[in-house]
Protein backbone atom coordinates (compact mmCIF):
# COMPACT_ATOMS: atom_id res chain seq x y z
CA UNK A 1 0.00 0.00 0.00
CA UNK A 2 1.52 3.41 -1.24
CA UNK A 3 2.25 5.92 1.93
CA UNK A 4 2.67 3.38 4.33
CA UNK A 5 5.10 4.02 7.11
CA UNK A 6 6.63 1.12 8.88
CA UNK A 7 9.28 3.36 11.16
CA UNK A 8 11.80 2.76 9.21
CA UNK A 9 12.24 -1.01 10.68
CA UNK A 10 11.30 -2.80 7.52
CA UNK A 11 7.53 -3.68 9.38
CA UNK A 12 8.77 -5.32 12.24
CA UNK A 13 7.49 -3.46 14.52
CA UNK A 14 8.53 -2.17 17.97
CA UNK A 15 9.89 1.26 17.23
CA UNK A 16 13.28 2.03 18.64
CA UNK A 17 14.85 -0.43 20.56
CA UNK A 18 15.96 0.91 24.05
CA UNK A 19 18.90 -0.47 26.00
CA UNK A 20 22.20 -0.95 25.30
CA UNK A 21 25.66 0.35 26.43
CA UNK A 22 25.37 3.21 24.16
CA UNK A 23 22.25 4.26 25.65
CA UNK A 24 22.99 3.74 29.43
CA UNK A 25 26.03 5.33 29.10
CA UNK A 26 23.72 8.17 27.36
CA UNK A 27 21.30 7.80 30.17
CA UNK A 28 23.81 8.18 33.11
CA UNK A 29 25.45 11.28 31.59
CA UNK A 30 21.22 13.03 31.62
CA UNK A 31 20.34 11.65 34.86
CA UNK A 32 22.45 9.95 36.54
CA UNK A 33 23.67 13.29 38.84
CA UNK A 34 20.09 13.48 40.09
CA UNK A 35 20.70 12.66 43.44
CA UNK A 36 24.25 14.95 43.61
CA UNK A 37 21.23 17.71 42.71
CA UNK A 38 19.21 16.61 45.56
CA UNK A 39 21.72 17.21 47.46
CA UNK A 40 23.23 20.08 46.57
CA UNK A 41 19.96 21.33 46.80
CA UNK A 42 19.46 20.23 50.56
CA UNK A 43 22.45 21.61 51.22
CA UNK A 44 21.79 25.39 50.11
CA UNK A 45 18.30 25.19 52.18
CA UNK A 46 20.03 24.24 55.60
CA UNK A 47 20.30 26.60 57.79
CA UNK A 48 21.39 26.42 61.96
CA UNK A 49 18.67 28.25 63.54
CA UNK A 50 18.30 27.05 66.90
CA UNK A 51 20.70 24.33 66.69
CA UNK A 52 24.02 24.16 68.10
CA UNK A 53 27.18 25.30 66.37
CA UNK A 54 28.39 21.82 66.28
CA UNK A 55 25.41 20.48 65.83
CA UNK A 56 25.08 22.59 62.76
CA UNK A 57 28.68 21.62 61.62
CA UNK A 58 27.42 17.93 62.07
CA UNK A 59 24.52 18.23 60.07
CA UNK A 60 26.25 20.46 57.52
CA UNK A 61 28.91 17.71 56.84
CA UNK A 62 26.47 15.11 56.42
CA UNK A 63 24.62 17.10 53.89
CA UNK A 64 28.08 18.19 52.04
CA UNK A 65 28.54 14.56 50.85
CA UNK A 66 27.54 13.93 47.48
CA UNK A 67 26.87 17.48 46.98
CA UNK A 68 29.36 17.86 44.53
CA UNK A 69 30.52 20.97 46.40
CA UNK A 70 34.01 21.23 47.97
CA UNK A 71 36.39 24.12 48.29
CA UNK A 72 35.79 27.86 48.71
CA UNK A 73 32.18 27.22 47.30
CA UNK A 74 31.13 24.33 50.08
CA UNK A 75 32.38 27.34 52.28
CA UNK A 76 30.09 30.03 51.05
CA UNK A 77 27.45 27.75 51.32
CA UNK A 78 28.50 26.92 55.27
CA UNK A 79 28.89 30.59 55.87
CA UNK A 80 25.69 31.44 54.41
CA UNK A 81 23.79 28.70 56.33
CA UNK A 82 25.28 30.04 59.90
CA UNK A 83 23.09 31.97 62.59
CA UNK A 84 23.63 36.03 61.69
CA UNK A 85 25.39 36.89 64.61
CA UNK A 86 27.76 34.13 64.82
CA UNK A 87 29.06 35.00 61.39
CA UNK A 88 29.14 38.87 61.96
CA UNK A 89 31.21 37.89 64.81
CA UNK A 90 33.81 35.56 62.73
CA UNK A 91 34.37 38.56 60.33
CA UNK A 92 34.96 40.54 63.43
CA UNK A 93 37.32 38.07 64.50
CA UNK A 94 41.34 38.41 63.75
CA UNK A 95 42.25 35.12 63.33
CA UNK A 96 39.37 33.05 61.39
CA UNK A 97 39.01 29.83 61.54
CA UNK A 98 40.81 27.32 58.55
CA UNK A 99 38.29 24.90 58.88
CA UNK A 100 34.71 24.12 60.11
CA UNK A 101 35.81 22.60 63.06
CA UNK A 102 37.60 24.96 64.26
Not at 26 to 52: D, N, Y
Not at 64 to 72: I, V
Request: glycine content about 18%.
Amino acid sequence: MEGKHDGGNGGRGGGIRVGGRIFNMFKERIWGGEEELVKAAELRKLKQEGRTMEEFVQEFKQAARGSGYEGRPLVEEFKRGMNGEIRRKLMEAENLPASIEQ
